[in-house]
């Protein structure tokens, strides 16, 4: 249709367009979709499109465990996700868009960060989903591009909001976002609280220097705190209202790394502690027989 990609119109927000001739005759103008080229173990998966007339559709994979919310909210009986879990889901979404911002050419922007959309599959594995407002980058060395407006209330970039310029800083304060939202299972935004923006909320609490008042309460305690200042540290770091003093996702890949180690570690250590207290009570019950 296009001879090859041979006459280039321009480029938009998901890549070249192409002239093309349909039919033999007609003149169009052909949209070469950055989509089919994004591929990574963390990002829901393209498998095909329908074109048959007025219907149009794209079809991607199925993953039946539905979407992060869901299990956050516990809505539909599905289960809750342990902390360390959490971390494991954060970590899986944060390399896809780490994919996003560094293995891709150009890089993109998915522009949509939140919890509605990161899917998880039969064994709970975090993936990236809804690209539809994703945006390139310009080849040639520019850190943004100028862009209307897109995102979701509460998970918006204060800055791009403010100046339009998008740069892959600006999933990096939604991811902030999902994070806490992870951490403490608290709505993004609620007009009851006194601090309604969930990153004042957190600021407020933090004051208090009580980690408990800012958990998930239905995880009933079941987590190592030193992971849980670190992934908060985190969260706090990547919803900077300054893009400048924001990680970019390669940092917070790292982080997220050290986070599970340290749940690890101190789950582990928590074992060795049982076992230890199993095996002294052992050794009480040789040494002082029961009473005949």
């Known amino acids: 249709m296009t001879n090859n990609l041979e006459t280039v119109l321009g480029k938009g927000g998901f890549g070249i ?24 173990t963390n990002l829901v998966s393209l498998v095909g499109y329908c074109d048959d007339g007025d ?17 956050l909210s516990g809505k539909d009986t599905k ?43 039969e064994q709970f594995k975090a993936k990236l989903a809804d690209f539809g407002m994703s945006r390139s980058f310009p080849v040639g060395g520019e850190s943004h591009v100028s862009t209307m407006v897109v995102g979701t209330l509460g998970y918006l970039d204060p800055e791009y909001y403010h100046t339009s310029r998008l740069s892959e800083k600006s999933d990096v304060y939604s991811f902030g976002i999902v994070l806490l939202e992870m951490i403490t299972n608290q709505s993004v935004i609620d007009q009851t609280r006194e601090k309604p923006h969930i990153t004042e909320w957190v600021r407020f609490e933090l004051n208090r220097g009580d980690i408990t008042r800012i958990m998930d309460p239905k995880l009933h305690g079941d987590y190592n705190s030193r992971s849980v200042w670190r992934a908060i540290e985190l969260a706090m770091s990547c919803a900077n209202q ?8 390669s940092q917070v890949v790292t982080e997220l790394k ?35």
Request: charged residues 20%; negative net charge; contains cysteine.
């Open 55 to 71: 219907h149009l559709a794209l079809i991607y994979e199925f993953l039946p465990n539905g979407d992060l919310r869901q299990h």
């Open 258 to 292: 050290e986070c599970l180690v340290s749940e690890n570690s101190g789950e582990n250590a928590k074992m060795e502690s049982q076992s230890s207290i199993k095996m002294s009570m052992s050794f009480d019950t040789e040494m002082f027989p029961s009473a005949r």
């Open 79 to 121: 289960p809750i996700i342990s902390w360390r879990n959490r971390l494991r889901i954060a970590l899986e979404a944060a390399l896809g868009l780490e994919y996003l911002h560094s293995g891709c050419t150009p890089p993109m922007v998915h522009r949509d960060v939140k919890t509605t959309n990161i899917l998880l599959d």
């Open 242 to 249: 300054s893009s400048a003093r924001r990680p970019d996702m």
């Open 17 to 40: 367009v192409c002239h093309g001739i349909l039919n033999g005759s007609e003149h169009v103008a052909v949209k070469v979709d950055l989509l089919l080229r994004v591929h990574h």
